[in-house]
């Protein structure tokens, strides 16, 4: 079965600091892809960052990079000079296609809290 | 486009009564999936469809959650009849026609059911 297991169920940081969120996954699928949204109180869903698993080199968006390890099956997020508008739940996601459909599985989340 | 759409943004039912949740996909997305969140369980994928048809509903809780979507534009789940636990938020998603793209949310359904 596939898994998303995001361990930090909360983490804290002040403002301009760096602040690593971690995930972790299992499959047995070679080809998928890798996400991060983020949840800010207004419910909303955003895509953070995306990463493809055939790709080496990892993602990066701005202030927002992931450390991809294939092998190791992790997919960690670091926001960069942290905002106070990053306060959100951050959810890792995985999806995998089979049989031509698509599969997309969410982690239970890290809720952010940035600190002026 | 307006995105996906879901309606009402909150349900607010006495235990027992039978609840529809509404979703409207984005136009020429193929996928549809319905998440449940809650404190505990975080987003768990209940059912997703794909050109319309339920691919894997295993992430429904019981039989009586149910979901139809009679075409690629409107998709409804429905609990009946609805417990206290079901109080969450219900989430609907649809992605284009390849699996290497995001998928887009709507603003969610809030149900409290007392």
Redesign the interface.
């Known amino acids: 079965a596939q898994t998303v297991t995001?361990s930090q169920p909360e983490m804290s940081v002040q403002e301009a600091e760096t602040v690593t969120l971690s995930c972790t996954y299992d499959t047995s699928e070679n080809n998928y892809?890798l996400?991060w949204y983020k949840q800010p109180p207004s419910?909303?869903?955003i895509?953070v960052i995306?990463q493809?698993a055939y790709k080496q080199q990892n993602a990066t968006e701005n202030r927002f990079s992931v450390n991809f390890q294939k092998a190791a099956k992790s997919f960690s997020l670091k926001i960069s000079d942290s905002q106070l508008g990053d306060t959100a739940m951050y959810?890792c996601a995985f999806?995998?296609?089979s049989y031509?459909?698509?599969?997309?599985?969410?982690?239970?989340?890290t809720r952010l809290q940035v600190f002026p | 486009d307006a995105g996906v759409i879901q309606s009402p943004r909150h349900e607010v039912t006495e235990m027992g009564q039978e609840v529809t949740l509404r979703c409207k996909p984005i136009s020429g997305h193929n996928s549809l999936f319905w998440y449940r969140q809650t404190m505990m369980r975080g987003l768990e994928l209940l059912i997703y469809f794909n050109n319309n048809v339920p691919i894997d509903d295993s992430g429904m809780p019981e039989d009586r959650f149910s979901a139809k979507m009679p075409n690629a534009s409107f998709s409804t789940l429905k609990i009946q009849p609805s417990e206290p636990r079901d109080s969450a938020v219900y989430f609907c998603a649809s992605s284009l026609p390849t699996w290497r793209t995001e998928a887009f949310f709507g603003q969610g359904t809030r149900l409290t059911v007392v």
């Open positions: 995001q892809y996400f419910r909303q869903m895509l995306r493809e959810f999806i995998f296609s031509n459909t698509d599969k997309l599985i969410f982690g239970t989340g």
